[in-house]
């Protein structure tokens, strides 16, 4: 029963993992996307916006059977990922890492592009005639002036991240130790009527989430106040 | 040859566009005057690199930053231009000492001659230094801005009517400081401004624009007697002169200037014997008389030439008077023309009732003579 609470190799220290690693990703890959769509002027930013909000509002037992589809052995990417590591994605934690990424990734884009679009061209402008090209203004103007957006992004996304179900049990299944989550060892104490443990997970992931979200808002007044 | 600034932009977008040749000297404050919509914004974004004109060239005492037929465009961050905005746009998440060192170590070689603590003296920043953009009133910020833009080491600097977003006390509290840039570093600004007293207090070269187009370029006291240019005419229309101190008279508190025209008393006392002055006087505060008169109140009473009369649509005229090598301005009503029998070659005597003083020391407002 340890084994499931403390780190190491059980379903929390899991979840912990996906969670980090896929929140660092999404801010790699949501960061250059936010930073383009808030700069766009294409007819497709519609088109793309909407995309990058689909997780939102899809079941995710949709979307975790077309990432099956997709990543499993005989799937576009799953095929050409067999090919270049010999192992499926699919029942792995770099599937868990994949299916993560594009369920969670308009928790950490949103954000980040309303931030963006509130800082607007003013400051960048100011920031490119004292001599800073476009990528020295964006780390060091950009940036630090969507702190904000860049700390609700990591808190949501990896919020979510911890928390999802769906998509983690379709992609991954219930394999102890490699894609067990925190959220479906929960529903495996549940279906074996072992209450006290499913007790324990869950107001652990209660606490988290609410404490997440608490430090978010506290902080962003704070901001707000300055 | 003098070193020039040398721009021709072509800027065409569906509801504006801008044809603009211009030769600019690279010493002094050169002022672009217009109504708003006339391009000077664009202008500037133009040489900042900030806009891309449809066609355009430029360069700079020979370098050449921009030519659009060889499709050369040197980058915004690449061009050595300080940019004063119209509003402060300090970066409010650095305090004002990082403010100012974010140009200051992107400059392009240490050896540029700017020194730091000499910018800071001059725009007086030391006691702001330590403060945060938000804990600045809307005059900290801008000489803020300014000085920014002056540690970038630029090689021309941009201002867009920096002081417009302020009020008359805060505008008072910075115009001293643009004084002292002025005098005291040789760079050539372009100041961007739709109010006549600025620019005649600034600006030593003006640019008229209207619609995208330049209407008049070239010394101040040379265009500001133009007495074709329409934005000039009406009640903001007068002169502006230049000349030494001659001597102070402590017991009235009063300062002898002497010009080509003559000599003229103006309250206050603006440094010593031989201080350069330039003297701005509005048309509306000269008047005209036949003959010299000797009980009025108007202290300075000049013989003047009458070198051009401007009939205008409505009640007035305005009539251009040349005194020595100057030139001065008169509106009159065109009534007062008649009875008068004006006309050009005419010798007269004009009645200066108030004149603007700009000093390297000390400035007044219109003071009444």
Same mark, same amino acid.
Do not use: C
């Given at each position: 029963m340890d084994a499931i609470i403390f780190p190491g190799s059980g379903p929390l220290w899991l979840s912990l993992q996906l969670?980090?690693?896929t929140t660092l990703v999404?801010?790699?890959?949501?960061?250059?996307?936010?930073?383009?769509?808030?700069?766009?002027?294409?007819?497709?930013k519609s088109a793309i916006e909407a995309t990058v909000a689909l997780p939102i509002v899809l079941p995710p037992t949709v979307m975790g059977f077309y990432l099956l589809i997709l990543l499993g052995p005989y799937g576009a990417i799953g095929r050409w990922w067999v090919e270049l590591t010999g192992n499926t994605l699919t029942f792995s934690f770099s599937g868990l890492v994949i299916a993560s990424c594009l369920y969670s990734l308009p928790f950490a884009v949103q954000p980040l592009q309303n931030a963006f679009e509130a800082l607007g061209r003013r400051d960048l402008e100011a920031a490119w005639t004292l001599g800073a090209s476009r990528l020295d203004a964006f780390f060091t103007v950009a940036v630090p002036q969507s702190a904000r957006g860049f700390l609700n992004a990591i808190v949501l996304a990896f919020a979510h991240t911890l928390g999802e179900f769906g998509v983690v049990l379709m992609v991954g299944g219930n394999i102890p130790g490699k894609t067990q989550v925190i959220s479906i060892a929960i529903y495996d104490q549940v279906e074996s009527m072992n209450y006290a443990s499913a007790h324990r997970l869950s107001a652990i992931l209660l606490a988290f989430a609410f404490t997440a979200l608490l430090a978010m808002y506290v902080i962003?007044?704070?901001?707000?106040?300055r | 040859m003098n070193a020039t600034v040398d721009l021709h932009y072509v800027f065409r977008r569906t509801e504006f566009s801008l044809d603009v040749d211009l030769q600019i000297p690279m010493q002094g404050i050169t002022g672009i005057f217009g109504e708003s919509g006339s391009g000077k914004t664009t202008l500037l974004r133009c040489i900042a690199g900030l806009e891309q004109p449809t066609t355009g060239q430029f360069s700079i005492d020979g370098d050449v930053w921009q030519d659009t037929s060889?499709?050369?465009?040197?980058?915004?961050?690449e061009r050595q231009i300080g940019y004063v905005f119209q509003e402060p746009r300090l970066f409010g998440h650095l305090n004002v000492r990082k403010n100012l060192e974010y140009g200051w170590r992107r400059r392009r070689d240490s050896k540029d001659g700017v020194d730091f603590d000499q910018i800071v003296g001059l725009l007086d920043l030391a006691p702001l230094i330590d403060r945060r953009p938000d804990e600045l009133s809307g005059g900290e910020a801008q000489r803020v801005a300014i000085a920014r833009a002056l540690l970038r080491a630029p090689r021309l600097v941009l201002m867009d009517e920096p002081l417009a977003s302020l009020d008359r006390a805060r505008k008072d509290e910075i115009l001293p400081f643009l004084d002292r840039l002025h005098t005291e570093l040789s760079l050539p600004i372009l100041y961007v401004s739709h109010n006549i007293d600025e620019v005649c207090r600034l600006c030593?070269?003006?640019?008229?624009?209207?619609? %995208? =187009?330049?209407l008049a370029a070239g010394e101040i006291q040379s265009v500001l007697v133009d007495l074709d240019l329409p934005l000039l005419g009406g009640n903001e229309a007068g002169s502006v002169i230049s000349g030494t101190?001659?001597?102070?008279?402590?017991?009235?508190?009063?300062?002898?200037?002497?010009?080509?025209?003559?000599?003229?008393?103006?309250? %206050? =006392?603006?440094?010593?014997?031989?201080?350069a002055l330039r003297l701005r006087i509005r048309a509306n505060d000269v008047s005209l008389c036949r003959s010299r008169p000797n009980d009025s109140?108007?202290?300075?009473?000049?013989p003047i030439t009458v070198d051009e009369i401007h009939l205008g649509q409505g009640p007035y005229a305005l009539v251009r008077l040349q005194a020595g090598q100057d030139f001065l301005m008169a509106r009159l009503t065109r009534r007062s023309c008649d009875e008068l029998r004006l006309k050009p070659g005419d010798e007269l005597f004009a009645q200066i009732k108030s004149a603007a003083v700009r000093s390297p020391v000390t400035t007044t407002a219109h003071s009444p003579l």
């Open positions: 969670a980090a690693v999404l801010i790699l890959i949501g960061t250059p996307l936010a930073w383009w769509l808030a700069q766009t002027k294409t007819r497709w962003n007044h704070g901001w707000q106040r | 060889n499709k050369m465009s040197r980058a915004i961050h030593d070269h003006l640019v008229v624009m209207d619609r %995208g =187009r330049v101190v001659e001597d102070y008279d402590a017991n009235y508190d009063l300062t002898r200037l002497k010009f080509s025209g003559g000599a003229l008393l103006v309250p %206050g =006392r603006y440094g010593d014997v031989n201080t109140s108007i202290l300075n009473i000049i």
